[in-house]
C-alpha cells in the first residue's frame, strides 16, 4: 500500500502560478505511474497529468502548454508547476499512484489518492 499526501495548494489570481507537491510513502518500489486529478466542485474528477519513473508524461488537454509535471523517484516525490492559471482550474487537486503498466492508465487503475488540496483562482 502506497500513502500520498499532496502540499502546495492556495488562492491565488488569474494568470498567477502555483506549485503542487506529493510525497509517496509506503510499498513505492513496486509503484508505477503517479498523477494528478482535480474535481471541481458538481463536476466529476479530471485527470490532469501523469508521469512514469522514466518520466514518459501525459497531460489533459485543457493544461497542455500550462503545467508541468515532474517526479524525484530518489525522493519518492511528485510536482506539479501550474502556470498562468484561470478560474476554471479551481478545482481540488489530488495526487494518485498506479501499479498499472497500461498507457495511459484509467482513472480506476490508480490504487492510492491522497486527500487532496485546494486550488482557488479568483
Known amino acids: 500500500h502506497v500513502q500520498l499526501v499532496e502540499s502546495g495548494g492556495g488562492l491565488v489570481q488569474a494568470g498567477g502560478c502555483l506549485n503542487l507537491?506529493?510525497?509517496?510513502?509506503?510499498?513505492?518500489?513496486?509503484?508505477?505511474?503517479m498523477g494528478w486529478f482535480r474535481q471541481a466542485p458538481g463536476k466529476e474528477r479530471e485527470e490532469v497529468a501523469f508521469?512514469?519513473?522514466?518520466?514518459?508524461?501525459h497531460y489533459a488537454d485543457s493544461v497542455k502548454g500550462r503545467f508541468t509535471v515532474a517526479r524525484d523517484n530518489s525522493k519518492k516525490t511528485m510536482r506539479l508547476r501550474m502556470n498562468n492559471l484561470s478560474p476554471d482550474d479551481t478545482a481540488m487537486y489530488y495526487c494518485?499512484?498506479?501499479?498499472?503498466?497500461?498507457?495511459?492508465?484509467?482513472?480506476?487503475?490508480?490504487?492510492?489518492w491522497g486527500q487532496g488540496t485546494q486550488v482557488t483562482v479568483s
Open positions: 507537491s506529493c510525497a509517496a510513502t509506503g510499498k513505492t518500489n513496486v509503484l508505477n505511474c
Open positions: 508521469i512514469t519513473p522514466l518520466g514518459r508524461i
Open positions: 494518485a499512484a498506479s501499479f498499472a503498466y497500461t498507457w495511459p492508465p484509467k482513472e480506476d487503475q490508480f490504487d492510492s
